[in-house]
């Protein structure tokens, strides 16, 4: 027995394990801080899995029994069966269109009994094996453009789905799987082109129509004059940049209206708005509500960040403490034990808490970008950076969504938020990493 568990052991980045550990632990401890109620036998209800925080540390004990079963198994399984999960993954989504229960807006949900399953959530894994298996291959050549869209489909073949689940938020996940691209060898034009292209969205909210035209006509003219001697020698620099200007005018022109008014929701489209500061007037001329599932009072669709920003900000240096606080307490925030967990944290424990915790992110975040550069295989290495670039992804868009700086998108806190689907993910993608890991020296295709 002893000689088992030390080959289960063996090279396992323990550091991983305990900071996994420390948040399930700070998980469990929000949601009951969030969500216990005075007079309940504490004991009897962490027993009992009907509170959320007695499920959560279920979901979390349920967790540890799939991170034991991937230690356990042969890295070179998940090599072999990347692209069977893939297409088992694609298959799950597709199961939601006819099969979805509509729960909170979003048709990204099929439920078994009492169980809840958001396929959605579960591919981000499955696309991590998928796109590391695709750019080991002794085959791939990162550098043509073929290879760049084969990748570029794996990516967000899923996301195209869960767009049209309506669960936006999940979709906008996959984009981070262009930062594993990035690091193995995706020109950074095409970053820069993606950048841009945010920026003309912003752009296309903000200013009139016909002032961001004379912009963008004007940064052209500018362009061909800055260029005039080089397109005397060769007219194709001419036709790109009247090519570049034709796009960029038909993104804000068409393409931008056409996806807020056809494609988000309209409480999606209000919470973009409400981020950059502008009300949200539709083509009735009438300023919308949010109307989101989460909202709690009819005094527009940024309820939920007010709210989310007094609590943290009540929180002071320090804290209230445990079960002390106010605006947690006595359900002021919307979801605070789901999208809003951060602002629990933050009202209950303070800047230090808060602090904390972001430290042992960043700690998490580093150490998967350490061990992914000490890796011999692509497979190995590529993975660890899609883990690594979902967790910054859903961290960074999740706490500033709670403190105002990007718009309500509704995706979890990794490992902190409730949710059985969330947690037995996240979990699932750190020990894989853990256990390819553990077999660093082998070259994995």
Known sequence: MSARTNEISKGIDWLLVGLYMALCAI???SIFGATYKEGEDILQSFTSFQTDYSKQLFFWILAMFVAIAILVTDSKFFTATANLWYAFGILLLLLVFPFHT????????IRFGGFQLQP???????????????????????????????????????????????ETGLALVYFS???????EGLPAGILIIGFSFAVLVVATLLLNPNTLALILTGIALVAVYILR??????????????????VCVGIQRFLVPYVFESVLQPYQVKRIYDTI???????????????????????????????????????????KGLLKGTQTRY??????????????????????????????????????????ERQRSVFSRAYAYGVASVLFFHIAINICMTIGLAPVIGI????????????????????????LDADRQMVLR
């Open 229 to 246: 001697k080089q397109i005397k020698r060769k007219k194709q620099i001419l036709i790109t940049i009247v090519g570049i200007w034709m």
């Open 412 to 435: 979890p806190l990794p490992f902190i938020s409730y949710g059985g689907t969330s947690l037995l993910t996240f979990t699932a993608a750190l020990f894989i990493l853990i256990r």
């Open 120 to 166: 959605a959530d579960l591919c981000k894994v499955f696309v991590a094996l998928a796109l590391a298996k695709y750019l080991s291959r002794v085959e791939t050549d990162f550098s043509k453009t073929r290879s760049q869209l084969i990748a570029t489909a794996i990516a967000l073949a899923p996301a195209i789905m869960s767009i049209l689940q309506q």
């Open 27 to 29: 998980g469990v401890l």
């Open 331 to 372: 359900d002021f925030v919307p979801e605070q034990r789901t999208d809003f967990i951060f602002c629990t944290i933050g009202e209950g424990f303070g800047f230090v808490g808060s602090f904390i915790l972001m430290g042992i992110y960043f700690v998490l975040l580093m150490r998967i970008i350490t061990i992914a």
């Open 277 to 319: 500061g502008k009300d949200y007037i539709p083509s009735g001329g009438t300023v919308i509500l949010d109307e989101a599932p989460v909202r709690k009072k009819d005094d527009g669709g940024d309820y939920n960040v007010k709210q989310s920003k007094i609590a943290i900000g009540s929180g002071g240096f320090a804290g």
């Open 177 to 183: 799987f262009f930062l594993v691209m990035f690091r």
């Open 102 to 109: 509509e729960i909170k807006g979003t048709r990204s949900i």
